[in-house]
Structures are given as C-alpha cells and as structure tokens.
C-alpha cells in the first residue's frame, strides 16, 4: 500500500493567519462545550450521586457510583469515532464538526431535565446513564475532529502554538462550570442546590452549544483535506485492521501519548473537586475558586509551552512533562495533606503546570502522526479507545484506590506509573514534526517568501510524501 505524491507547487497552500485564529476560535467552542459538561459532571458529583444513586446509603459509594456512569459512558466514544471519523475522511471534517456539538449540547439538556432516584427509582440512573452515553458517542467525534480540522488549517511553523487554542476552549469551558458551579453554591444553600439549583447549569449548556453549532456552520472545509481530495481523487477504501497492520507504531505512540495525557487531564478537573471535598474536607465553595484559578494559570501556560514546542520540538516538551509528573505527583499529594490552604493551592498548581505541557502541545501534536487520507478515522479510534481506557476511568481509578487502600497518595502514584511508561515510549519511538508539513501533505505556508522556498525546494515540500512502510 503505497502512497506517493508528485510535487506541484500550485497545491502548497497559502494560509491566513487571521482566519487560522477564527478557525481555532470556532472549534475551541465545542471543547468548551464539551468540558462544560464534564466539568459540571465533576463538580456536582456529589449532588449528582444524592439525587441519582439515593438508595445507596455510604456516600463514598455514591461518588463512585456517579464516577462509574461518567467511566461507562467512555466506552461509546471509540464507537463514536468509528463513525464519525469515517464520515470526516470521506465527506469532509466540517459536516462531522456541525453534528457532534448539536449531538453534545442536547446531551447535556437532557441530563438537567432529568427525574430522579426519588420520582422514578431506578430509571434515573438508567437515563442518566444514557445522557452521558449520548454524550460519550458525539464527544468520539468532536475532539479528534477539532484537532485535525485545526491543524490542516495552521501554517506549519505555528501549528502547535494555534492547537493549544483548542486547549484554551478546553479550559474556559471548565472554569465556566466552575464558576457557575461556585455562584449557585455561594447564593443557594444546600436543600436548594440538591432539589433544583444543580439543573439551572446543565439547562445553560444549551446556549452554548448553539452558539458553537453557528460558528462552525461558517467554516470552510480544510486546506488540507480539500487539496487531498484534488491531489488523490480516487482513494482506496482502506480498513482498520490495514491501517493498524502499516501504521502500528504511530498508533502506540499516539495511544500511549492520550493515555499519559488525559490521565492527567482527569485527575486535575474531573477527580480533583471531589478529592479535595471528601478527602481534604474543603467547601465546595472554596474548590471552585481553586480549581477555577488553576485552570487560568493554565491558560497562558498552554500558550506558552505550544510557542516552545513550535521552536524546539514537541517530543522535548513532552518528556518534560513526563519527568516532571512522575518526580512531583507524589509531592503534590502529600501538600494537599496538610492544614496550610496555600500549600494546597501549591499542590494543585504544580499538577497544573505539569498538565499545561500536554496542552500546549497535543492538539496539534496528535494529527501530524498520520496521513491525511486516513487521518481522522485512525486519530479518533485510537484517541478514543486510550481515552476511555485511561482517561474516563481516572476518576473511578482514583476513588477506588483510595477507598480500598485508605492511602491518600494512592492517586499519585498511579499517576507517576503512567508518566513512566510515557516517557520509555516518546523516548524510544517518538519523532517530533513540529515546523513540518502533515503527512502527505503539501506544506501549509502564511507569507510568499516561505512559499517560494518550497517551491525552490521541492524534496523538502512533501517530506513525508513516499510512503513505502520499510
């Protein structure tokens, strides 16, 4: 199965910085949307687990409980992208993008109409778990197709600095649900928030996830995907079982990579806010102003490390947050011990820090790893089955480690366990492509003068082109 490209400089392709912000602005909005939810879905846990898990009578079991039907839901998301990254291969990234976000938004309306344990017993749960099925199915799509719509349409030397744009969407969608979360708890009390007060922000989901669905519906198709159709218009429909058999080392990477990623990702906002109210005995209050600071610090952290990743590698940012997690995990479970609150806030920023040198340099990191004709199919199966192992699971991981062991740090350590096995990995098999044209493709270029050069140097234009699989 080879693939090959012949140079013709008319398809190197010209990009407008400015529209390669609106485009990252566009998508960013369905990762906000997405971890609206979740971060809801976290910061509720525990109202969530009283209302749908009643007749559970400890409430550590409840917790787990509700962090069960949030792993569950996971397991739709490698189904999710199964389809909806076939659909992106063949007719495009932006008719996928237009879907899933309306897909995401009903979701998360659905899960504040809900009834509960108490008026319709064990349906509930059921429809609750159905909510976050919805939810999982759509989100299979969503992410990986924003990370590809993103990077086939960022100018080659910027495409890690504009990717963690979708981060920001990332971030700004959880401290949206901290922050609401913090208000309908400071101005409600108790009885208040657990009968009604914890729908008003689900309902508000939807509002977003409109004003996504308007954005994107402006969008053009990517440069990328446009010239590949233009380029290769008769393409071989190629299966799963043939991409894994030919491209099986970028595979592992890429999983092994979601994998160290978002066990991260979910340890910091989805297990976090219960951690640190059932463990630590903090107000719910007093955790979403935490947890909302530190997903602020982490916003210009991001940008940072992917203007640092664009200059020196990817592969180099990556280790130095796999060495880093796996040397202060540890050290920042044991400051959330203490009494002090400003060495818990220490705590959690240091997961932070760490955690915002994957999202700078992921999104826009991740698509380079395959060719375009297969990339989104092969980007979202593998994103999403690592996720759904290693990432929706963290939280229910976590709560049960520490539950079984009575061992606070036990989360800790399961994190230093993934960090190290990232590390053996990106050492050995990871290539870095920032600054690179994707794979197979022609470069994306933002002025004239870098376009000529390619045009001067057509062997350095496709330098992933001739795909022979030695």
Same mark, same amino acid.
């Given at each position: &199965?080879?693939?090959?490209?012949?140079?013709?400089?008319?398809?190197?392709?010209?990009?407008?910085?400015?529209?390669?912000?609106?485009?990252? #602005?566009?998508?960013?909005?369905?990762?906000?949307?997405?971890?609206?939810?979740?971060?809801?879905?976290?910061?509720?846990?525990?109202?969530?687990?009283?209302?749908?898990?009643?007749?559970?009578?400890?409430?550590?079991?409840?917790?787990? !409980?509700?962090?069960?039907?949030?792993?569950?839901?996971?397991?739709?998301?490698?189904?999710?992208?199964?389809?909806?990254?076939?659909?992106?291969?063949? !007719?495009?990234?932006? +008719?996928?993008?237009?879907?899933?976000?309306?897909?995401?938004?009903?979701?998360?309306?659905?899960?504040?109409?809900?009834?509960?344990?108490?008026?319709?017993?064990?349906?509930?749960?059921?429809?609750?778990?159905?909510?976050?099925?919805?939810?999982?199915?759509?989100?299979?799509?969503?992410?990986?197709?924003?990370?590809?719509?993103?990077?086939?349409?960022?100018?080659?030397?910027?495409?890690?600095?504009?990717?963690?744009?979708?981060?920001?969407?990332?971030?700004?969608?959880?401290?949206?649900?901290?922050?609401?979360?913090?208000?309908?708890?400071?101005?409600?009390?108790?009885?208040?928030?657990? *009968?009604?007060?914890?729908?008003?922000?689900?309902?508000?989901?939807?509002?977003?996830?409109? !004003?996504? !669905?308007?954005?994107?519906?402006?969008?053009?198709?990517?440069?990328?995907?446009?010239?590949?159709?233009?380029?290769?218009?008769?393409?071989?429909?190629?299966?799963?079982?043939?991409?894994?058999?030919?491209?099986?080392?970028?595979?592992?990477?890429?999983?092994?990579?979601?994998?160290?990623?978002?066990?991260?990702?979910?340890?910091? *906002?989805?297990? &976090?806010?219960?951690?640190?109210?059932?463990?630590?005995?903090?107000?719910?209050?007093?955790?979403?102003?935490?947890?909302?600071?530190?997903?602020? #610090?982490?916003?210009?952290?991001?940008? *940072?490390?992917?203007?640092?990743?664009?200059?020196?590698?990817?592969?180099?940012?990556?280790?130095?947050?796999?060495?880093?997690?796996?040397?202060?995990?540890?050290?920042?479970?044991?400051?959330?011990?203490?009494?002090?609150?400003?060495?818990?806030?220490?705590?959690?920023?240091?997961?932070?820090?760490?955690?915002?040198?994957?999202?700078?340099? &992921?999104?826009?990191?991740?698509?380079?790893?395959?060719?375009?004709?297969?990339?989104?199919?092969?980007?979202?199966?593998?994103?999403?089955?690592?996720?759904?192992?290693?990432?929706?699971?963290?939280?229910?991981?976590?709560?049960?480690?520490?539950?079984?062991?009575?061992?606070?740090?036990?989360?800790?350590?399961?994190?230093?366990?993934?960090?190290?096995?990232?590390?053996? +990995?990106?050492?050995?098999?990871?290539?870095? *492509?920032?600054?690179?044209?994707?794979?197979?493709?022609?470069?994306?270029?933002?002025?004239?003068?870098?376009?000529?050069?390619?045009?001067?140097?057509?062997?350095?234009?496709?330098?992933?082109?001739?795909?022979?699989?030695?």
């Amino acid at each position: &199965m080879d693939y090959e490209k012949d140079f013709d400089e008319r398809n190197i392709n010209k990009v407008n910085p400015r529209t390669a912000k609106k485009t990252v #602005f566009a998508t960013g909005i369905g990762n906000a949307m997405e971890w609206f939810d979740f971060g809801l879905y976290s910061y509720l846990a525990v109202i969530l687990g009283q209302n749908f898990f009643s007749s559970v009578e400890n409430d550590q079991l409840k917790t787990i !409980f509700t962090f069960a039907t949030f792993a569950i839901a996971f397991l739709l998301r490698p189904v999710g992208g199964i389809i909806f990254g076939m659909i992106g291969d063949k !007719f495009g990234r932006k +008719v996928v993008l237009t879907t899933t976000i309306i897909m995401m938004a009903f979701s998360t309306l659905l899960i504040g109409l809900l009834p509960t344990y108490d008026q319709i017993g064990v349906w509930a749960p059921i429809l609750l778990l159905l909510g976050r099925v919805l939810q999982g199915f759509s989100t299979g799509g969503e992410y990986a197709g924003a990370m590809v719509y993103v990077a086939e349409s960022s100018p080659d030397k910027t495409r890690n600095t504009l990717g963690s744009g979708l981060e920001i969407g990332t971030l700004s969608g959880y401290i949206a649900a901290s922050v609401l979360s913090g208000l309908l708890f400071f101005f409600l009390n108790d009885e208040q928030m657990t *009968t009604w007060g914890w729908r008003i922000p689900f309902i508000l989901g939807l509002f977003l996830g409109i !004003f996504g !669905f308007y954005l994107r519906r402006k969008l053009e198709e990517s440069p990328v995907y446009e010239n590949e159709i233009a380029t290769q218009p008769k393409r071989d429909n190629i299966g799963l079982f043939t991409i894994v058999r030919y491209y099986y080392k970028d595979i592992i990477v890429c999983f092994v990579a979601v994998a160290f990623f978002n066990c991260t990702n979910y340890m910091v *906002t989805s297990y &976090m806010p219960s951690y640190l109210q059932q463990i630590i005995k903090l107000d719910s209050t007093t955790v979403s102003v935490l947890i909302t600071l530190v997903m602020a #610090f982490m916003i210009p952290l991001a940008l *940072t490390f992917g203007r640092v990743a664009d200059r020196i590698g990817e592969k180099k940012v990556f280790l130095i947050g796999l060495i880093g997690t796996a040397i202060f995990s540890t050290v920042a479970f044991s400051l959330f011990q203490s009494s002090s609150l400003i060495l818990i806030v220490l705590g959690i920023f240091i997961l932070g820090f760490f955690l915002s040198t994957y999202e700078g340099t &992921m999104p826009g990191s991740l698509p380079t790893m395959f060719y375009t004709h297969i990339r989104y199919r092969t980007l979202a199966v593998t994103f999403n089955v690592s996720v759904s192992l290693f990432g929706g699971t963290t939280p229910l991981i976590a709560s049960s480690l520490v539950a079984k062991t009575g061992d606070p740090l036990s989360p800790a350590y399961y994190l230093a366990a993934m960090s190290v096995v990232g590390v053996i +990995v990106i050492s050995l098999l990871h290539v870095s *492509t920032a600054g690179k044209s994707l794979k197979g493709s022609y470069p994306n270029v933002q002025s004239d003068e870098a376009h000529d050069y390619y045009t001067n140097h057509p062997n350095e234009a496709l330098w992933w082109a001739n795909d022979k699989h030695k």
